[in-house]
């Protein structure tokens, strides 16, 4: 297995409500041994990935991925844990912060959050026990925590805001679901039958236009790709846009042209940004405002285009290198 606001009417959420859930918190691991531990963070960036800025003064949070952007451009929620004292990716918490780095909080244990387009909900994921995809008010998930399925995984909430999809996985292997938020329906975008897929892999992403989705997976093949999935009905409309190992990255360019994905450099061993166009299978191109020697990975385009808030892990101090 692979794993990692919209007004609606109320209607709208009565399928959801009915499976509503008690709000569960995590505790800090403040007791154990502090461990030496990479930092990788929150940075916002031009659009070409230069001028990286800490998002916020969280050194608490050591590992910081999966940003999402409220669509006004005032908020930029995330996943974080602290690695320095054994956490996994399996103990993260959802951050939110202002723009401006201020007014940090953490709201609740999951990852990858996705703003609805008002931003007065936020969909994501919970690990075991509470595993599955989840809806909460984006302020404070006491006023509203709902369960929306209990076995899918990585939501990605539409722009237009009639949508929430994830992926979840069934006997003929991987797929992508399209819950609609005012019929309460679902559908699949690959065959039920014969999936192309046996793994999809998280932070799959939404166009601008909410038509299609790009996704990273594994082909009943082996082979990783990425693809682009016709998101309006499930005809297998879908294109392969590049073939090979890819990161956890995935999103669109703002005029939703061009898809971007971290890969991994093969000539500078580290993991960057590239877009692809978002039709057709092409060379994928490095933003070239990159530091060469940080990682990125994980990364969300602003509401207006002018910049990127990116997983960022810059490369050790001189000093450091030479113990290793």
Known sequence: MVTRDGHCSPGGWLPLLAVGMALVVTGSPLAQEKRETPTTLIHLTDPDGSDPKPLADLPEFRFQGSPAWSRDGTRVAFDAWQPQYGETNSDSQIVIVDANGKNPRVLIDGAMPSFSP????????????????????????????????????????????????????????ANIIVFDLVE?????????????????????????????????????????????????????????????????????????????????????????LYSLDADKPSAPERLKGQDPEAHLTDFAFAPDGKSLAVSVRKPAPAKDKAKK
């Open 184 to 272: 309460g329906d679902r559908r699949f975008l690959f065959d039920e039958a014969q999936s192309p897929y046996r793994g999809i892999y998280w932070n799959i992403c939404w166009s601008p236009d909410s038509k299609r989705i790009v996704y990273r997976a594994i082909g009943q093949d082996g082979q990783q790709e990425i693809g682009v999935v016709n998101a309006e009905s499930p005809s297998q409309d879908y294109v392969t846009l590049l073939k090979g190992k890819a990161a956890s990255g995935m999103g669109w360019s703002p005029d939703g042209k061009r898809v971007l994905v971290s890969r991994r450099d093969p000539e500078r061993k580290v993991t960057q």
């Open 118 to 173: 008002r931003g007065k909900r936020i969909a994501f994921s919970r690990y075991s026990p509470n595993r599955g995809v989840w809806v909460m008010n984006a302020e404070d998930p006491e006023k509203e925590l709902v369960l929306l399925d209990e076995s899918g995984w990585s939501a990605d909430w539409s722009p237009d805001g009639k949508s929430i999809a994830y992926t979840k996985y069934g006997s003929s292997g």
